[in-house]
């Protein structure tokens, strides 16, 4: 893709067209894309915001958008998969080599790193924007996924583990609100689509990890099991490292990601924000009738006291709560808030108590069935990755359908993954327990791609980092507890199982809750 540089010129660009009309400033009111969270945030940026999204709405979906969708699935969400697969996947080969008294704490070791990204580039891009972080996540993983390689012990490889993992825990807060501030309100449900990526990195963690990690490892019975006969785990991880390296070239070097409009509008920054939007309509090979007047209206609209008290605040925030109390700033923010960290936090339980086991429960449930073996279990896993990818693509049709949307994709989709993993129980024999982790898997890859759509359309952009890292914080705590559920509970058995189960149905029922539902609405 071309790198494009800013074009100062552009902002004087012909602005007849069907952008909306204007009358002393103001959008008519029936020309406006319908809006989310209308009425329940500050009004004036409320009514900013809704202006621009009238702007990107005519701009429409073109060449920006476009190459914003494969940086952030094919690079964001890719990562966000591909590296907590990675650890599961090495974790029988390290379990050999180095023979740690506890394997889940490589886990452990993962999820602390996620928490410290999560909270730090979640939070931070509200404050710092999002440029910085879009462009620094995948560097992290990237050089700290390749010295992990080296790792001559088990405290090595976990220490790795969590830096990189502090890298990868900033992809989805970031790049989703990245991509959903620079979408038209008619295209939205391509967030949902994005996690196409999501299970194509799962299939591509397993392909590269089958020739790898299957010849290339010690077996499970081995009695010894040196760096030489085990060196598999490593080209591994080298191959990952470089391909995270990839990424992060394409992304710093040819690509040129602009500040999101709504942001900088957020932060006080019209000017700025307006030129934004007619880069990106320039890029697209549009034109747009947008001016700064457009937005500066809104400051002298009768709001005098309340926008006054709003642009001081957006100037003097730093470091402290404002962005996270507007999320609970009424009683419908508060719930809606509420609910989704709960939801979140159960799945972020529930998740890593099976599929971040998968290859090790396979392993060692797959032995009583006379089968497993390294080659057949990594088969399997890559078998199971494959039904993911067609659950990301349904996920994007169910949100668009009516009166079901969002909320009754995710609800069904949430609590059919919880009913697949207890039918996994009931396996007899190893084609059954296969048949089940791939039901179980498509469901889930439904599930992700609603709720990784869903979380960030319900919080206004100018909270959106807060609210996604908020999100997170909740799923990587919870995460955090799952290995050490793990290093205290027999992994052979089927109690994880019931658990996690458990909670994907409880998060299931706890999404009919939730009071927005954004299909047919431009988020704020």
Known sequence: ???????????????????????????????????????????????????????????????????????????????????????SLILPAIKSEFSPSEPPLLSLSQNIGLLVGAIFWGFGCDLFGRRWAFNLTIGITSVFGLIAAGSPNFAAIGCFAALWSVGVGGNLPVDSAIFLEFLPGSHQYLLTVLSVFWAFAQ??????????????????KATTCTRSENFGWRWFMIAMGLLAMIMFCCRFFL????????????????????????EVARINGKTTNLTLADLEVFNQTGQQGVDASAALKRKL??????????????????????????????????????????????????AKFGDGSTYITFRNSTIIAVLGIPGALIGGALVEIPRFGRKGALAMSTALTGVFLYCSTTA?????????????????????????????????????????????????????????????????????????????????????????????????
């Not at 702007?55 to 591909?82: E, P, T």
């Not at 900088?264 to 700025?272: F, T």
């Open 1 to 87: 893709m071309d790198k494009v540089e800013p074009d100062s010129k552009s902002k004087d660009a012909a602005s007849v067209h069907s952008t909306p009309s204007f009358n002393n400033g103001l959008p008519n009111e029936e020309e406006l894309v319908p809006t989310l969270l209308k009425g329940s945030i500050d009004p004036v940026y409320e009514g900013k915001a809704q202006v621009l999204n009238s702007a990107i709405q005519d701009i429409g979906m073109g060449r920006y958008q476009w190459q914003l969708f494969v940086v952030v699935g094919g690079f964001g969400w890719a990562s966000d998969n591909l590296w907590p697969i990675v650890t």
């Open 203 to 220: 299939l591509l963690a397993n392909l590269i990890a089958w020739p790898l990690l299957g010849y290339h490892t010690c077996q499970e």
């Open 255 to 278: 690509f040129t990601l602009y500040e999101s409009p709504k942001y900088l509008m957020g932060r006080g920054k019209d000017e700025e924000a307006v030129r934004v939007v007619h």
């Open 317 to 366: 925030e730093k470091v402290n709560f404002t962005h996270l109390r507007a999320l609970f700033a009424s009683p419908k923010l508060a719930w809606s808030t509420s609910l989704i960290i709960l939801i979140w936090a159960f799945i972020g339980l529930g998740f890593p108590l099976y599929n971040a086991f998968l290859p090790y429960i396979q392993a060692t449930r797959g």
């Open 428 to 524: 007899v024999t190893s084609n059954a327990l296969l048949g089940w982790n791939c039901a179980y898997n498509f469901m889930s890859n439904i599930m992700y791609a609603v709720l990784y759509a869903y979380t960030p359309e319900i919080f206004a952009t100018k909270d959106r980092g807060t609210g996604n890292a908020s999100t997170a914080t909740a799923n990587r705590v919870f995460g955090i507890m799952a290995p050490i559920i793990a290093i205290y509970a027999n992994l052979e058995t089927s109690a994880p199982v019931y658990v996690s189960g458990a909670l994907f149905i409880a998060a299931g029922l706890l999404t009919v809750l939730l009071p927005f539902e954004p299909r047919g609405k431009a988020s704020l």
